[in-house]
């Protein structure tokens, strides 16, 4: 079949792994019931099958369902946001707002130290968060990448309580839970942002 496509017309072809690309959506409002453990093993064990540099697999992934835990680390986040010279990271910091966006579940991924030349384990972590979002996605289960969440991590002393293992770095957030509403359209996609040589 020959599958034509045109970023500006839309895709006459689609199929259920394109269709889950384009219908994910940053989810910024969950419902409070707790994922299925089934859901969040398959959405985990997702991460685990992205490629890596070499394969070094340098993840490490934390996932935390405990609700005071999280308000606790949202709180620190904010108060540190609320500092920056940033505005728009100080007004939010301000607003008090949950980081987390109350999702009863959120992973923290860590990367392995880099000890060679040529890889980069926050490339390889990204990757495993982009299957996570998209395995959530297909489950229909909403996810948001939160990288405010660095600001928590600036707290070396609280990090320790996430009990990481040894030579990692933490990295980023992933929040996941049942969503509150149904996905929307999303920011429009820049077409220029692709060029051609032929
Ligand atoms: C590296 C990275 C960090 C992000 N950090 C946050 C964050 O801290 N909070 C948040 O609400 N969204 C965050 N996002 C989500 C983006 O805002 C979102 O992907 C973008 O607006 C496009 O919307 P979409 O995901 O619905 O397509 C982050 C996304 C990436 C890739």
Redesign the pocket.
């Known amino acids: 079949m020959t599958n034509y496509y045109s970023i500006d017309k839309g895709a006459f072809f689609m199929n259920e792994v394109i269709r889950t690309i384009k219908n994910?959506?940053?989810?910024?409002l969950y419902r409070e019931e707790q994922i299925a453990e089934e859901e969040l093993q398959i959405i985990m064990e997702a991460g685990l099958w992205a490629p890596s540099g070499h394969n070094t697999q340098p993840w490490h992934i934390t996932a935390i369902q405990n609700k005071e835990l999280l308000a606790h680390m949202s709180n620190i986040a904010t108060k540190e946001m609320a500092k920056s010279p940033i505005e728009w990271v100080a007004r939010m910091g301000r607003s008090g707002r949950n980081?987390f966006?109350n999702a009863p579940t959120v992973l923290i991924v860590s990367g392995k130290q880099e000890d060679e030349i040529m890889m980069n384990s926050a490339v390889d972590c990204?990757a495993a968060?982009q299957n996570m979002?998209l395995a959530a996605e297909s489950l229909n289960i909403g996810s948001?990448?939160?990288?405010?969440?660095c600001f928590f991590f600036a707290d070396e002393e609280e990090v320790k309580k996430l009990l990481l293992p040894e030579g990692v770095k933490p990295l980023?957030?992933v929040c996941l839970g049942y969503k509150g509403r149904a996905?929307?359209k999303?920011?429009e996609r820049k077409s220029e942002n692709i060029n051609y040589i032929r």
């Open positions: 994910r959506r940053s989810v910024r980081l966006y990204a968060i979002l948001c990448w939160i990288g405010l969440i980023y957030a996905n929307g999303g920011p």
